[in-house]
């Protein structure tokens, strides 16, 4: 994989020149020379180191497909700015990000036609992503639909949502009856000995750097949702159930999970969950500050408890979620999801010839478009360790799996159907692009020619 860098500017708008360099990277290895497709695979919000060797490459081997992924502004080595304050964040944002793909988009294209000593071609584009960057694929396609042929949303959270309940009553049904009360009862107990001024607990989890009880608590809840939402639930189900039969210590068994799953295997840095750690300016230790300020600025994904049956602390609310807001960033700074949703169409989404494809496990799936229609087909892969982008990566989500393997999803048959439907859909609008004279391709049959390895 092959990195460079692109002059974008710091706006699409008239009034500011300035630019700044956009790192992004080119896998070629698989790619039919000179006319074959390009998947356009969207990073989104941390730094962008590569091109993983996920179902994404397989379908690039099937296609003939060149790879290309622009690292997201701001993010990684894309920084318009040394010093992250609130003033200079203002650039940040999923409309500034689409321009900026527009243009890295026109910018390829050139260039493969310059490398090719040829003008005025267009190959063959098609846009992928997952999660928020699964989002712009799908804005993308609905705002640029003459610059792709289609595009792929893998857990793709195209609504913006300001109390996002649904993501902890997700997050209890994939747990089931047994494995939610235990956390139920853990969250129980914490909150306990915290009101009672028990700090001692937060060394428990190695969180005594955590003051503010909030983010402690919130600590917690994330620890809690990311085994099943990267399809790993018994790591953590299994050793609570097996605690709260035995009648061991309940904390500490969650504890110890936080402690060697979450942090050791899954490199969570507790430090991010410390307002004042988002405080920080700095571009090389701002990745979370990103994307708080995408969070508190554009489409909110407040993950607060329920009123009744949560599996996170209640203190877990919308203005736990305002104040870090404020504190953070400073006043005015706030998520105005109704224009977002306006803006975007929200899961009313009104494009076309984008698929959908989300894990039956994962809480964001509820932020995403699942309601099924010719021209925006959506499928529900359903296992009990599918979770977010399951499509691409695979089982369990994290850590990743070469080529996207899913013979440990607990149904790879329903991951297989689903790769399939999405690989069709990509072949047909491929096929139309074409015939629609996209590009410079002859035709072969009535379909885009897939290669057979």
């Known amino acids: 994989t092959d990195a460079s860098c692109l002059l974008v500017s710091v706006t699409p708008v008239n009034s500011d020149h300035r630019q700044f360099k956009q790192r992004y990277y080119e896998f070629l290895d698989y790619h039919r020379a000179p ?5 356009l695979n969207i990073c989104g919000e941390a730094s962008c180191t590569g091109i993983s060797n996920n179902y994404l490459a397989v379908m690039a081997k099937k296609f003939g497909a060149a790879l290309v992924s622009p690292e997201h502004r ?12 609130t003033e200079n964040l203002r650039f ?46 799908a804005w ?59 700090n001692s607990v937060k060394e428990l989890f190695g969180a005594k750097l955590l003051e503010n009880d909030g983010d402690f608590l919130y600590l917690l809840a994330d620890a809690a949702a990311i ?33 060697d799953y979450y942090v050791g295997t899954f490199r969570a840095s507790v430090a991010s969950y410390d307002q004042n750690y988002l405080k920080n300016t700095t571009p090389a230790e701002s990745s979370y500050r990103l994307w708080w300020y995408q969070v508190c600025s554009e489409v909110a994904y407040f993950q607060v408890a329920p009123k009744n049956d949560s599996v996170r602390s209640a203190k877990i609310d919308t203005r736990y979620h305002l104040d870090l807001c404020k504190n953070v ?20 989404i009104a494009g076309s010839k984008i698929v959908f494809a989300n894990g039956s496990q994962d809480p964001w799936r509820h932020a995403s478009k699942q309601k099924s229609s010719e021209e925006l087909p959506s499928y529900l892969i359903e296992c009990s360790n599918c979770g977010h982008c399951t ?10 799996n070469i080529g996207g393997d899913s013979s440990k999803c607990s149904s790879p048959e329903a991951v297989n159907k689903v790769r399939k439907q999405i690989v069709d859909h990509i072949d047909l609008w491929l096929s139309e692009c074409q015939d629609q004279g996209r ?12 290669a057979t390895y």
Not at 148 to 177: H, M
């Open 35 to 39: 006319n074959g497709p390009v998947f």
């Open 329 to 348: 960033f400073g006043e005015g700074v706030y998520p105005d999801v109704s224009m977002t949703n306006l803006y975007y169409g929200g899961t009313r």
């Open 92 to 137: 940040l944002s999923s409309k500034q990000a689409l321009s900026d793909l527009a243009v890295f988009r026109q910018y390829y294209q050139e260039t493969l036609n310059a490398k090719y000593n040829r003008s005025g071609v267009d190959n063959s584009w098609f846009v992928f992503g997952g999660s928020y960057s699964g989002a712009l694929s």
């Open 439 to 450: 590009d410079t391709v002859t035709k072969q049959g009535s379909r885009w020619s897939i």
């Open 391 to 400: 499509d691409i990566s695979g089982c369990p989500q994290a850590p990743s």
């Open 140 to 198: 993308f396609r609905l705002k640029f639909p003459h610059l792709t042929c289609g595009s792929l949303a893998s857990s793709g959270v195209v609504l913006a949502v300001y109390n996002f309940t649904d993501f902890d009553k997700q997050i209890g049904e994939s747990a089931g009856p047994e494995c939610k009360e235990a956390l139920q009862e853990v969250t129980r107990l914490v909150d306990g000995q915290l009101q009672s001024g028990h």
């Open 74 to 85: 701001y993010y990684g080595k894309s920084s318009p700015f040394e010093d992250l304050t």
């Open 227 to 259: 085994a099943f939402q990267y399809g790993n639930p018994d790591v953590l189900c299994s050793p609570l159930v097996e605690a709260k039969k035995n009648g061991t210590d309940l904390v500490e068994a969650f504890a110890h999970y936080v402690n």
